[in-house]
């Protein structure tokens, strides 16, 4: 008589042998374990980054830590409120790391077929108004596999040179309205981007801001090996970086605020106490709305919507007057 499926023991297996149940149910269990380790890989390699980003970040500091306004002067410092900005598409148009290659090209860094491949990227993004973890990584990985063994100081000079050439013309008025408003208040306002941490410090000081956090690529010796500290700082990294800085920095991260555009920066954006969409995806639009963030759209023929300076700055702008005459103190 014919056994069912399931009902005898042709399902279980003889003495010694594992039966199909067991097989399945070992291979979820190996699929499960291997993902979690991804993960855990991942998020150590993310944290890895983040703090690396943060003591860059401070190690490049200006010691007077002085906070001066859009004319110039020096304004009473807000100990523990500020302002982080993403770089690609919220401060600049496009991609900065195109525009660096762009003009490393020029110089014959690399050859046609190489831009053309951060060119295909650069469309990508400028056409979907957002980037992807693959695609942000091999651009970025790309560009450092490029500086390996060329000095780090000839990188910040060319950066320098690039920046004026094809950056400074790219800066979203807007935004840096925004970033000025931050100053004005006395606050400290960082850039926090994929980009690496040379060219993000070279726009940030550009822009009169305080500083950057970046992805920082190793080097020994002063030159460049062509691996990255951790990974990219990017989606997780980013938030990492910003919780990093704010325990070396004495910031309270809810006197805080951040600005950006990409669904990838969601995590970034949930550890401040103000979050700002600046010409946002259609998948950060649509968070935004449902958690009530901010949406700042600069972008031609789009209509922003309207945010008046003190739902910006927060609580920040409330208590910077308590902390204005108290002495700073770097933690290390």
């Not at 900065?96 to 831009?115: E, Q, V």
Request: glycine share 10%; hydrophobic share 45%; charged share 20%.
């Amino acid at each position: 008589m014919a056994v069912p499926p399931g009902s005898g023991p042709a399902d279980v297996g003889q003495p010694g042998t594992e039966g199909p149940d067991t097989e399945d149910t070992d291979s979820r269990e190996s699929a499960r374990a291997a993902t979690a380790q991804d993960e855990h890989s991942h998020a150590s390699s993310a944290q890895i980054a983040g703090e690396a980003a943060a003591a860059a970040a401070v190690a490049n500091l200006d010691p007077t830590l002085e906070v001066r306004d859009t004319s110039g002067a020096v304004v009473p410092l807000d100990l523990t409120a500020a302002a982080f900005f993403d770089v690609d598409n919220t401060m600049m148009m496009g991609a900065s790391i195109f525009h660096f290659a762009r003009g490393l090209a020029s110089r014959k860094f690399f050859d046609s077929s190489m831009l053309a491949g951060f060119a295909w990227q650069q469309v990508k993004f400028r056409l979907g108004g957002r980037e992807t973890p693959e695609g942000m990584r091999n651009s970025r990985e790309s560009a450092l596999s490029f500086v390996a063994g060329r000095s780090v100081s000839e990188i910040v000079e060319l950066g320098e040179e690039i920046y004026d050439e094809l950056m400074v013309d790219r800066i979203w008025p807007g935004t840096k309205a925004l970033a000025n408003m931050h100053l004005d208040a006395g606050q400290r306002v960082w850039l926090v981007t994929a980009t690496p941490v040379e060219l993000a410090l070279i726009i940030a000081r550009r822009l009169g801001l305080t500083g950057a956090l970046g992805t920082v690529a190793e080097s020994e010796n002063g030159l460049y090996t062509g691996r990255l500290v951790g990974e990219v700082l990017h989606g997780p990294a980013k938030a990492h970086a910003v919780r990093s800085l704010a325990a070396r920095e004495g910031l309270n991260l809810r006197r805080c605020s951040a600005y950006s555009d990409s669904v990838n920066d969601v995590p970034m954006l949930s550890v401040v106490g103000t979050a700002v969409a600046v010409n946002p995806d259609s998948e950060l639009r649509d968070i935004a709305r449902q958690r009530g963030w901010e949406i700042r759209d600069f972008r031609t023929g789009r209509k922003a919507a309207k945010i008046g300076v003190p739902s910006v700055l927060g609580a920040g702008a409330v208590a910077g007057a308590v902390a204005a005459g108290l002495a700073y103190r770097r933690r290390a």
